[in-house]
């Protein structure tokens, strides 16, 4: 009997064996497969905007941003009281972490009265370390409506008042202080005159430079193939510097452009980048992160 128990043990333990050496082979082949150590970069830019445009970036699940932007400039030859510009223009937006890699978007601009929403979706992340992507893509759609239509004779159709900008953006960090991202544009206004084009196509460019601490220098530039008819256009370019404060970020530019929406600084910006004839303008935004999963980023 004594026996028996002590063979009925040692199976027991075979089989035991046989399975832990069996599931540990398992385990080795799902981690060869799907590896949990992967290492991905974070901080390709400092927040969702590079300045004017978009970034990869979005914010975690459970985290809301409050933007504030403004942009103020001169009108030539044309007496002024005012302090600081003849023009400005602000927009007030909401950005939610619907997901770690889903965001969704919307504001209000007073110049034309734009009203916009968007989503942008983190599709590829760049590897930090190991097999993987050299670089991170993030898909980008925004629609707006113009309340206002700036006295171009626009029609009063909803449809004809709406535009519709989509964009991929690819971006890498080289290093901990340099990154660049390029932004292939598409670009659809419902309504136009009969010589301008209703689509467009278009090519961002921005790049971050951290300078030391919290300061970083920003440039973007946005090359448009098929420009309006209609009216004179010229590319829009910012050159700006952003302050990172934990949850606050401040962000000063130097810009012809005098809109913040994709479709309007892209395609409708009336001036070219230089100091004179009032082609100059000044922008400053201040973003404010509130985490309500009360975890930080």
Do not use: C
């Amino acid at each position: 009997m004594k026996n028996n128990i002590l063979f009925l043990l040692f199976i027991l333990m075979l089989i035991g064996f046989s399975i832990s050496v069996n599931a540990q082979d398992l385990l080795d082949k799902l981690e060869k497969e799907y590896p949990d150590n992967t290492e991905y970069e974070i901080a390709t830019f400092k927040g969702t905007r590079i300045s004017l445009g978009h970034s990869i970036e979005n914010r975690r699940k459970g985290v809301l941003e409050v933007k504030a932007m403004n942009l103020f400039w001169n009108i030539p030859n044309r007496p002024s009281q005012s302090f600081v510009a003849d023009k400005w223009t602000a927009r007030i937006a909401l950005e939610y972490g619907l997901s770690n890699r889903l965001t969704f978007g919307a504001g209000g601009t007073t110049l034309e009265g734009i009203f916009d929403g968007f989503l942008k979706y983190n599709l590829i992340r760049q590897v930090k370390k190991g097999k993987g992507s050299p670089f991170s893509v993030t898909l980008f759609q925004n629609a707006s409506y113009r309340s206002n239509d700036g006295g171009i004779g626009l029609s009063d159709d909803f449809i004809d008042r709406t535009a519709f900008t989509s964009q991929v953006l690819i971006a890498r960090k080289f290093t901990s202080q340099f990154s660049l991202q390029l932004s292939p544009t598409y670009i659809h206004r419902s309504s136009s005159f009969d010589e301008d084009p209703n689509n467009h196509f278009a090519l961002g460019i921005g790049a971050r430079y951290k300078v030391g601490g919290h300061i970083s220098i920003v440039s973007e530039y946005y090359y448009l193939a098929n420009p309006l008819k209609s009216i004179d256009t010229y590319d829009a370019f910012v050159l700006g510097v952003n302050w990172e404060m934990s949850d606050l970020m401040l962000q000063f530019q130097m810009t012809n452009a005098r809109n913040m929406v994709e479709d309007a600084f892209i395609t409708q910006t009336p001036n070219n980048f230089n100091l004179s004839d009032g082609n100059f303008v000044f922008g400053f935004n201040a973003t404010y992160v509130l985490h309500f999963n009360q975890k930080k980023l």
